[in-house]
T-cell receptor, first 114, second 115 residues
Framework: AQSVSQHNHHVILSEAASLELGCNYS??????LFWYVQYPGQHLQLLLK??????LVKGIKGFEAEFIKSKFSFNLRKPSVQWSDTAEYFC????????????FGTGTRLKVLA | GAVVSQHPSRVICKSGTSVKIECRSL??????MFWYRQFPKQSLMLMAT?????????EQGVEKDKFLINHASLTLSTLTVTSAHPEDSSFYIC???????????FGAGSRLTVL
């Protein structure tokens, strides 16, 4: 069955620390990959996406993610977090066959201490 | 940018009553919308795909008679939770695809509490 795993459920960091959130997926075919962020009280917003090409994807607010096909992973990184990055982060996968049926991970709640 | 508006953001109702949640695409048309449900500390689970002018497509295990979906226009989809029970309490989120961008844009969600 298709699934997305986010192993870190809660992460607490101090400002300026580096961040890496894990995302692994299980799917037999080619996929599109996404990271969404949900700030407190707000809707899900797209951070970045990977469809094809360069496996290192840069998104908004200094975030980046690397697609490693052999590991079925799409980890999110940021070199130096800020207090304003406190939010919940969701990894999502959808087949490349034109469907918008996303499969989401369980989310990682990040808290950045000022 | 493209926005999906969801209303109400919070609703409390008594057991046995029905609740309607609206999802509107602002400034763009959406022939398809998606309804998700999110339990505390869990992932977003796709409930159904709402199709303008035709019946919704429900995911396995989702009761179509309980969660009525209507997509009456190119900018509006509604989810009605019928005869709500406490176990229906959850966070419901709608989304719509942005054509040409191959991504979904999400509403802010509606938190339903059934007493």
């Amino acid at each position: 069955a298709q699934s997305v795993s986010q192993h870190n459920h809660h992460v607490i960091l101090s400002e300026a620390a580096s961040l890496e959130l894990g995302c692994n997926y299980s799917y037999g075919g080619t996929v599109n990959l996404f990271w969404y962020v949900q700030y407190p009280g707000q809707h899900l917003q797209l951070l970045l996406k990977y469809f094809s090409g360069d496996p290192l994807v840069k998104g908004i607010k200094g975030f980046e993610a690397e697609f490693i096909k052999s590991k079925f992973s799409f980890n999110l990184r940021k070199p130096s977090v800020q207090w304003s990055d406190t939010a919940e982060y969701f990894c999502a996968v959808t087949p490349t066959s034109g469907t918008y049926k996303y499969i989401f991970g369980t989310g990682t709640r990040l808290k950045v201490l000022a | 940018g493209a926005v999906v508006s969801q209303h109400p953001s919070r609703v409390i109702c008594k057991s046995g009553t029905s609740v309607k949640i609206e999802c509107r695409s602002l400034d763009f048309q959406a022939t398809t919308m998606f309804w998700y449900r999110q339990f505390p500390k869990q992932s977003l689970m796709l409930m159904a795909t709402s199709n303008e002018g035709s019946k919704a497509t429900y995911e396995q295990g989702v009761e179509k008679d309980k969660f009525l979906i209507n997509h009456a226009s190119l900018t509006l989809s509604t989810l009605t939770v019928t005869s709500a029970h406490p176990e229906d309490s959850s966070f419901y989120i709608c989304s719509a695809p942005l054509r040409g961008a191959n991504v979904l844009t999400f509403g802010a969600g509606s938190r339903l509490t059934v007493l």
